[in-house]
């Protein structure tokens, strides 16, 4: 039906406002870049899902329910009967480490667990009526348990035939598929006949913290790392791929697994520590360093192609801590200029200030003798020792073979310099983020055409939304016939305005409808923060998660040091291992 | 205190011409918030005229823009000196209008940021098709027609164009001449294409005496001129400036210097900035104020900017009403007021780029017109045009041009070159010379035909709506998608519909809301799409066809004959006429090669199949299915009166028999030499099995056979045949 006008004039009003809401992942580089390359490589890896055993205990949690509690007149919802059973567990850990949470955490709703412990020490425990959670571990895992084949899914299930009803499914209906069924077996072997798992099933869930202590002593997250936990080795087989499962994404996930076992075998061998920063490092430099010195880091051939797509996941870490960084700047900068704003003009400008010129200086080691913004990157690096006129495949890889981990403009080095706020003029955050996004574009201009560009591309789905280097290396080419000697006002001004400002817009409508997630606004040749900005979320999130399951699965493990080593059983594993990649 | 929220003001529709004007422009917040207004969604026509300087700009910047120039068009418009400044915007409805004038430009800030201040006012044309405000509706068409004067390129044309198309369909809108003007209900457009503002406002103010004027304006004269002119005017008014600190460029240092300063009142607001203008005056018997994009600066009342202004009349004048407890106005001393270090929009003074499209437009769909020109002293010798999407790095076309230095050329684009393209395409020039090469910015190429949308019956939502319901309409969507958006578009869009299923039996069918799928985000080593689109494969559309029809008759139709609700009959029919009509109305148009894109055996043989679902079924060594009809028998076997009376309400066995008689005559070919049996002279001799089966279920239901009459109406519903088809089809049926 058409609308009809019913409306009564507007005479002499003042337009609406749309307030600003909390933003975060500003230019969505996080979400739609990191978070998706990443998706790929630790595929049911996550972020949210460090702990290993979890990716037992949830599918027991099924089998266990459908064993003792379905059916009965005091059954529970299956999901309210998997979080009964995930406080036992918290508890039975807590209780287990006398009031402690397991070593590397992430048990879920441990603080709450550990007062009640505090306060009832010795008591029974009436589960029904404890929460520990808001978000229950059930929540993190699910999605990762589908996408290795836990539960039956739509696809597992025959197509309709024409006379059947489509059935409509609820979260009770799930069921485990035949390898759910292996995994929660395997699970009740540690824990079914414990007292406290029939407690917990009964009617009265009613259980004596002592027998929850068995629970934490035999099912618990760290315990699973004893050689006796039955669930230990089926968990190595699944998540390193070595039995069939759906999907062809899991494969990336063992070959990131095995990469990381390797790394940690050959960095820890020759004493170096084996940690977010130093995998960035090898994968993105082949190379690691401390103040004193420089260490090549040799990447096992069967290894070399997830290690260069780790790689790519880097290009695309560092343009987003360039770019973000350039927006916290400017977010900053803004709010102390409150709704007068500051035009693009001068706040380009400002990189010609002699601060940034000092401070410059200082990052690169070189005498700059004109302001920052008046030089090209192509100048800059002609004063680091490593003249090149464009950057094309071959002199890319010059920059990359010239520009190493440990230089004076390296990426980890400006990263810190912008994380860290260490510099004296506030616009060289502007300025060293240019320099980042320079120097990272340069670097990953000769595997544009490779495989593993396109590859990284494959992850911007929308290139008008989804910010990655080979999109913004485009846009940077396009603008400019030759970027690389273009001065940085100019590059500044582009960079700002498109791949900041404008992104930042365009992006607050992919969250809300409305456009409220949105920190700055233009008026004219004005641009204003309506909000503050001041952490860079950009980060590897998946890492912990992953070096974290690799200690639960007994192939790693923390040293007194808390440092990484490999443990006899992993370097046994990743050796047997590495000879079924090698054949293959 | 009123506040409006200005990105629901345009709401009503369908609307048949939106005319917008702006001076600066944002497309992708206009894209993404006002384009998916009522209004402009179902509008056949979106015209945003917009300052020149800034036009340039965004192409220089390379703003995100998916539809510009091919879902709305965007005309430059260059003053004779001052800037294009207007705020105003007008819905033209077949019923109506709506006229919305403020300070707000078409800009995320202007729109929900800033403090901006508007009128808008709706009409709905009485039954003599007239309304009180209709003068207003015409001032603004005639605003836009002078202002197009002064536009840009081909764009401007095609907006005159179309506004000459509106006012022929809508006569009441025809433009007024200025000397017919009437005070409408005491609100009156004024703009400066009429002549300065001040001398506008003057006449308005008249013989009265005027004891006040109120300003709020961001920006001001920095020599305090139009402050001056009001205080010299009006000497014995009191003059109240309203500004804001930091953002308002109150010229204090001049203010200071006058012998009877004006009163200056801050408007204080945390997180808006004061973009509002307006003027007002009141004396003891009467009043008024000014409303829209003039800021109190000479180059805004004295007409070398293009600006348009409400005048609201005393009754309904109320400068008070701005402000309350949460907008505050405090007086401020004029040396404790911080002005902004900025100044009023005035033009670019920069130089002319070296190169430069003024317009690219594409007509037939392969011919581009370009305006352009060379403004560098180089010595050209090639100059050649590209094209390309946003999302490309490198042209997917380019074609030699003259090496004239300015000047129009008609070029013709390969049609492969265009087959993909969705949204906004640009074209740029690039000159060789003796010192390089040099490149113009990039513009957006007008896509003419795909710039009006023609609904087939009624507004763009509700066809939309009503062929997801029925499929009635489908191909005519289809045709709408393939003009705004390419063949591609349609593609996916039949990759993706699927047409209500609904028996009666509850809820729509569709999936549950609780899923459980697996996802696999592995991707393999090759490109995305956008990384180099001209390589897509063609879309096909002939597979697309066959697919959507084929995913309807299993999950549709086949699922209906094995129910046999009777609830379902008129869902069935819908979706079984929908399907008949795609296939027959591609069979008609030809592809590229020149073939039918729905192949004739395709076609006869999907349509019998639909028939004998709707009749007695398939049971064949590899297909089984009951018929709808049949199941229906079963179902109300205790009273098939129930199944006559609702098959004669909906012409049920009347659509079987034009469906079979449309692929008999598809089928019958004189010059066939008959491997069995005797020769077959006409249409309805052919497909004698099915005509067989057909009859044999009307006489199996106990159901009348359709009369002629029956069978030309629903030959008639299809709305697909022409008149020979049609006379040839009532010989056939005896």
Redesign the interface.
Known sequence: ???????S???????????TADVQDPLGTSLRGST?IA??LL?CITSITPRARYFTFVPWCVYDYNKRERGTPHALGLRDAIVLREHALTLGCIAHHDGAACAGGALVGTREAIRWYGSHNGSEANLRRLRFAKNPAMNAYFNSL??L?V?????DIPELE??EE??????D??ELSAMGLEIAAAYDAAVGRLQAVSEVASRSRRCAVTTLKAWGRKGGLCELALPTSPDRDLLRDIFFTRREL????HA?RRRTLLLMLDLARRLTTNGWSFDAVTFADSVYFGEVSDEDENHAVAISSPLTDISLRWRMFYFHYYMAVALEGIFSWLVTRLRGA????ESLDGLVSDLNGLGVRRDISLFAGVHLEEPFGLISPRRLFALLGTPLELIDYDTSATIDGSRRVSGPISEPILEGVIRNDDYQDPTSAFAASLLLLAITLARYKRWDAT??G??L????????LDLVP?VVL??M???F?NWWDTPFVELGMFVL??FVI?QH??MS?EKVA??AR?LL??????V?S?GTYDKIGTGNARFPSALQVLIDLGLLSRDDSNDIVVTEDGDLFLSQEMATEATE | MRYCDYTTLFSTHPSELVLLSTYNFDPDFFERRLLRAPSLLTARRIVVLMDYDQWSRLKVEEVTARWMNSKYLVVPIRPKAGVFHPKLQLVLRADGFQLVCGSSNLTRSGCTHNLEIVNAISAMLDDSGTHESLPLCCDAVRFFQLALDRGIGDAAAIARDWIADAAKDMPWCRPTSRQHRDDHGGVKLMHTLDGPLWDQFVECVGDHRPTQIVVVSPFYDTDGRMIRRVLQKWPKATLEVLAQQLTSNLPVGQLKLMARPPDIYEVRSASRRLHGKALGWQSTDGGGILVGSANFTAAAFDGRNIEACIYVGAETANMNTLFDSQLQRVSIAVEDFIPADTTEPRPDEDTEPALSIQSASLRDGTTLRLLYEVSSGEVITKLSVALRLSSESFPRATIVLPTRRTGEAVVKVGEKVLQDVHGSLLAFISAETDHGRIESAATWVIHEDRLTHEPSDGSGIKTKTHVEETGDGLPEYLDEIVKREGLASVVEYLNHLNIRFFDGSGGIGGRSKFQLRRSDPYHPDVPPEWWDQIDAHAPNLEQAIYSFCDRHEKSRLRRHAERGNINGMENFLDIFTAVVRLLYVYHTRVDGRGQPVVKAPQLIGRVCRLIEIATSGIDTSHDYCEGYTTSLVVNLNGDLSLLHERSEELNFMGHMCAALLIAQMLRFDPNEVPIYGPKVTRPRECLEHQVKRLHATIVDAEMAAPSKQQVVSALGQYRMLSDDVMTACEGEIS
């Not at chain 1, 039906?1 to 409306?7: G, T």
């Not at chain 1, 004039?9 to 307030?19: D, F, G």
């Not at chain 1, 489509?166 to 979260?171: N, Q």
């Not at chain 1, 591309?457 to 008008?464: E, F, L, Q, V």
Request: aromatic share 10%.
């Open positions: 039906m058409a609308k009809k006008d019913k409306s004039p507007i005479i002499l009003q003042w337009t609406k406002h749309v307030p998706r998706n790929r595929f589908v996408n084949g539960f039956i899914t739509e696809e024409d006379d489509p059935i409509e499914l609820t979260f209906d799930i759906p999907g062809k994404a990336d409150g709704l007068a704003g495989q593993y396109q590859w591309a494959s992850a911007a789905a929308d290139p008008y080979p485009h846009g080419e396009r603008r016939q305005h498109r404008q817009q365009a409508y409305s456009g949105c606004q233009i008026d004219g040749d004005r204003l309506t």
